[in-house]
Nanobody, 122 residues
Framework: QVQLRESGGGSVQAGGSLRLTCEVS????????VGWFRQAPGKEHEDVAR????????YTADSVKGRFTISRDNAKNTHYLQMNNLKPEDTAMYYC???????????????RGRGTRVTVSS
């Protein structure tokens, strides 16, 4: 069983930065994938970024390219989403999710956390 827990969300002004953290516990083998997706009120979920547990980045959404970076610390079983130059349209609940492969959107992955809220004001 794999468990994920997000943290690091908060309220910032446009142009600010946040780093989201996803702590992973349980059996999680190399080659598995961790991704981040977000969901804003009244909007469809959006796949943000995915990376293999070994560190290879599989996907970054066009809407966040150049601003968001997915990374991980394998020794700590922790994954990160560094978010810079935040915009009001980045306001959403952010979730990390895990599965055996990085194919497909992270929204559909087998395991996910409860989410952390990000609010960006103009």
């Amino acid at each position: 069983q794999v468990q994920l827990r997000e943290s690091g969300g908060g309220s910032v002004q446009a142009g600010g930065s946040l780093r989201l953290t996803c702590e992973v516990s349980g059996h999680f083998i190399s080659g598995s994938c961790v991704g981040w997706f977000r969901q804003a009120p009244g909007k469809e979920h959006e796949d943000v970024a995915r990376a293999y547990h070994a560190g290879v980045i599989a996907y970054t959404a066009d809407s966040v390219k150049g601003r968001f970076t997915i990374s991980r610390d394998n020794a700590k079983n922790t994954h990160y989403l560094q978010m810079n130059n935040l915009k009001p349209e980045d306001t959403a609940m952010y979730y990390c999710a895990a599965d055996q492969s990085c194919s497909g959107t992270s929204y559909d992955y087998q395991y996910r956390g409860r989410g952390t809220r990000v609010t960006v004001s103009s």
